[in-house]
């Protein structure tokens, strides 16, 4: 895999510099523990990196420097956003607690949660999702989801 242009290195730092008290998140009854969550994976030439706050803040960033920022702006975007923080509120405990953030091995799908009290990770291998073979396969569905409906609002934009 190419190193990762400047401009993705630094927007994927920056997440996880972030503390939720930056941009005016706080605990709540039903997300007590995540305010954000990441899914990276590799496809040809670049490791995508979604990042999804629970405010419904939703951005795509590719390694080779491309991206989508802003995408939760389209309502339905930011709902997904607001789904896949909560699979992550319920399959934190599930995941490490991160004192660095590698990205993804070929043919895996690493996951971050950012949390009040840190940020934690898990990675599976694609296939074992896919298959709903893997316990954070829910996850993996809810990222899909917002991957699903970035592409459904940049067509509808295209029109």
């Given amino acids: 895999m190419p190193q990762p242009a400047p401009t993705y290195a630094g927007l994927r730092s920056q997440v996880f510099a972030t503390r939720p008290e930056d941009v005016g998140i706080t605990p709540s009854q039903a997300l007590p523990h995540v305010w954000g969550a990441l899914m990276e994976f590799q496809r ?4 995508v990196t ?3 706050l629970v405010d419904g803040t939703t951005s795509l960033y590719f390694s080779n420097g491309g991206g989508i920022i802003g995408a939760g702006s389209h309502p339905a975007v930011a709902e997904a956003a607001r789904d896949f923080v909560a699979a992550a509120e319920a399959a934190h405990a599930q995941m490490q607690p991160a004192a660095d953030f590698p990205l993804p091995a070929a043919g895996h799908v690493r996951f971050y949660a950012l949390t009040f009290t840190g940020v934690r990770t898990a990675e599976r291998p694609e296939e074992a999702l896919v298959s709903r073979r893997d316990d954070l396969w829910p ?6 989801a917002v991957l699903t409906q970035i592409q459904l609002h940049g067509e509808h934009q295209s029109r």
């Fill in 50 to 52: 979604l990042v999804a």
């Fill in 44 to 47: 040809p030439g670049a490791v």
């Fill in 139 to 144: 996850l993996f569905s809810a990222g899909n």
